[in-house]
């Protein structure tokens, strides 16, 4: 399930990444805990992966990744290599899932399709094509290289998206409502490192409504250096949140009050 939002800010050259820690665990477990490990994991000093769905798939990626380009300078060279070990390891899931059972392995069954019976080729075509379930996973490649900063979506099958026209990428169960929270706030890529920190901060806040998002949020801005916001920090910004909470409810009931309605506002005698 869960949360991850990465977005662009000061123009391309500030970058802020949140995330909850609520984790899936997928076949043998197959259940949703809170837990202490972070879903934002460093590539290199300034490239980042964040990943939602079944932990055990994303962890094993991760470290592949992490194993493969630590010296990578460009966030598209850890993207592609991402979207290639996804693919990869999605292949590997179908031919467990789909053709072992049948005693084939994927090179000879692409091999000799015309030799099988047809009717069972569809059924294993379709169910590999269109298998959503037994792979889930997403990844959201951010950082800052030469040319700035750079966010990457990888989305089943195994797509990816550059998301810096948009400036970021939300994904997990919660996408929906950090997405519609920064789009709503008229969030851009051309604000500054604290108006993006705040709004993203409050998309990860307003994503909790969405059953498997945990309440703890990790933040980590990436600028000039790298800094991995503390818990005092974060208190700081619900802060903010909860005062500004409190100041529209009150500015919106004072004008509901004046508001006319049929051309009566509130306490005037409707007689």
Known sequence: MTVCIAAIADDGKSLILASDREVTYGFPI?????????KIQKITDKIFILFSGDS??????????????QGAT?????????RLKYVALRTKR??????????LKLKDYMQNQKDLEQQIV?????GMSKDNQSFVLALI??????????????FHPGIMNLMDVSG??????????????????TYTSKMSLREVLYLVYEAKKRSEVAPGVGKYTDMITVSNDVH?????????LDKIRESLSNKFEKDLKEALEKYKLAGKVQGENHE
């Open 30 to 38: 197959n259940t949703e805990v809170e837990s202490d490990n972070k």
């Open 122 to 126: 569809l059924m294993i075509d379709n």
């Open 228 to 236: 991995d916001l503390t818990d005092n920090e974060i208190g700081e």
């Open 94 to 103: 179908m031919e467990q899932l789909y053709l072992e059972p049948r005693g």
């Open 74 to 82: 460009s966030v598209k060279e850890v993207a592609e290599a991402a």
């Open 168 to 185: 970021f990428c939300a994904i997990g169960i919660g996408d929906v409502h950090a997405t519609n929270s920064l789009i709503g706030n």
């Open 141 to 154: 490649v951010a950082g800052i290289d030469e040319s700035g900063a750079h966010v990457y979506g990888i």
């Open 56 to 69: 055990f798939v994303g962890s094993q990626l991760i470290e592949e990744i992490k194993n493969e380009k």
